[in-house]
């Protein structure tokens, strides 16, 4: 555990199936700040197609917690578990929520993508993602920025012109 000096940091909750939203929402209504990113999604349904919004993380959320508010995450409805490293519950970096929340912001069409370890690095240049950082992936003859969450083994990518990236070395 942390002390109780230090500040509160991004965590990440595992939940049981497509209890996404009921768990932030708990987590909000006690005053808690959440993160629950989200995506448009075409489904077909017996007798029509519906759009519908599905989290662009399946089975996670994020919650800002202070030492003294993991307990109230732990026991939220349909919270499982936070993740966790070394048996302590693992802190997602600000600079990866901060990606997210931009892409989410901006309006883009997100949607969610299958994390590789591999692949080019790349960074955003002259546009409102400047110096933004993630993988190219290149899908047709289009352009394709993947940004992770290393430690939910997830990703969401959004289409970007060849022109906005510079290659890392």
């Known amino acids: 555990m942390r002390n109780e000096s230090e500040q509160p940091g991004w965590y990440a909750l595992r939940t049981k199936a497509r209890h996404e939203k009921v768990a932030s ?24 197609i519906k759009v519908v919004d599905l989290p662009l993380f399946d089975g996670y959320f994020f919650c800002r917690l202070g030492a003294d508010e993991e307990l109230i995450a732990r026991s939220a409805p349909g919270v499982l578990y936070i993740l966790s ?19 989410m912001a901006q309006g883009l069409a997100a949607s969610p993508a299958r ?11 002259d546009s409102a993602f400047d110096g933004l950082e993630g993988r190219l992936e290149r899908v047709k003859s289009r352009c394709r920025l993947v940004l992770s969450i290393h430690l939910l083994q997830r990703s969401v990518a959004f289409e970007v012109s060849p022109e906005m990236i510079e290659v890392m070395n």
């Open 25 to 48: 929402e708990y987590l909000r209504n006690r005053g808690l700040e959440v993160f629950l990113p989200s995506y448009k999604s075409r489904r077909l349904w017996s007798d029509r």
């Open 85 to 103: 490293q070394g048996g302590h519950p693992a802190v997602v970096p600000q600079n990866e929520i901060e990606a997210v929340r931009l892409v």
């Open 115 to 125: 994390y590789l370890k591999e692949g080019v690095r790349v960074r955003m240049r």
